[in-house]
């Protein structure tokens, strides 16, 4: 893989890698920034949660459960003083769908950590990652 970054002005950047999707990143103003992308430190929390919801979705679809709708919510901790790594990173998973069956998710989770997600692999080395999960049964 290869990735590139270019200079937008001041602290905005623009970053391109191997998919061809161009992602912009920015500081907060009183950094020197424009407040005109993602911080680079959102950007890991973001791909975090790609990783393992790409992984997860796709188990569940093999093992024909019945999702209408699927989201996540990170939430991170991170280190009072330089480098401000994360600390905690909490993955909170929400299903929404009729007849999920709670050790589907569980084994689909489990599968993700443990073998397919990369980012998780890698950030678990340095950071303590735990999940939670939700399962929504829609009244329709």
């Known amino acids: 893989m290869k990735a590139r970054i270019n200079r937008i002005k001041g602290l905005a950047l623009a970053g391109i890698s191997d998919s061809n999707h161009w992602i912009t990143m920015d500081a907060p103003e009183d950094f020197g920034g ?34 209408i709708d699927f989201n996540m919510e990170v939430d991170a901790e991170r280190a009072e003083e330089h480098p401000k790594v994360f600390t905690r990173i909490t993955l909170h998973y929400i299903f929404i769908g009729k007849g999920i069956r709670p ?12 073998k397919y997600c990369s980012a998780t ?6 950071v303590d990652i735990k999940h939670d999960y939700k399962i929504i049964e829609p009244d329709f």
């Open 121 to 126: 692999a890698m950030l678990r080395k340095a």
């Open 103 to 114: 050790v589907d998710v569980e084994r689909a989770i489990k599968l993700s950590e443990e």
């Open 34 to 67: 424009y407040r005109a992308g993602s911080r680079p430190m959102e950007l890991i929390l973001v791909g975090l949660a790609g990783c393992t919801a790409m992984d997860v979705l796709s188990i569940l679809k093999k093992k024909r459960v019945n999702l």
